[in-house]
């Protein structure tokens, strides 16, 4: 049974920073896009970063890019967020993703839908 699980959210003062681990089960992370999103209630869902199938890329919102890193670790079958210099702007619970790369090359974080399997949840709090 395929299963993702998010860690590593917590409570953090701004510019504080938090690395989030998406682990995946019953298949290898490796082989697919892998986005992460995140939720504030009352605002919509963001996207936030996707790593490609085979690392062939990586993506970034506007919002996030220079303070957050994605990456992968292979052997651990694990898809890492780094965030740095956090804001309480960042404050949502953060959802791993994944989804085929099948008809698309390399991963979009602003196709929310077309990912399938879905993480629980992990909530970053920034506040002082």
């Known amino acids: 049974q395929r299963q993702l699980v998010e860690s590593g959210g917590g409570l953090v003062q701004p510019g504080g920073s938090l690395r989030l681990s998406c682990e995946a089960s019953g298949f290898r992370l490796e082989e697919y896009h892998v986005g992460w999103f995140r939720h504030y209630p009352g605002k919509e869902q963001e996207g936030v970063s996707c790593?490609?199938?085979?690392?062939?890329?990586?993506d970034y919102a506007a919002s996030v890019k220079g303070r957050f890193t994605i990456s992968r670790d292979k052997e651990k079958n694990l898809v890492y967020l780094q965030m740095n210099n956090l804001e309480p702007e960042d404050t949502a619970v953060y959802y791993c993703?994944?989804?085929?790369?099948?008809?698309?090359?390399?991963?979009?974080?602003?196709?929310?839908?077309?990912?399938?399997?879905w993480g629980q949840g992990t909530q970053v709090t920034v506040s002082s």
């Open positions: 790593v490609s199938a085979g690392d062939r890329s990586k």
């Open positions: 993703a994944t989804r085929s790369p099948l008809g698309r090359y390399f991963c979009s974080i602003s196709e929310s839908r077309s990912y399938n399997y």
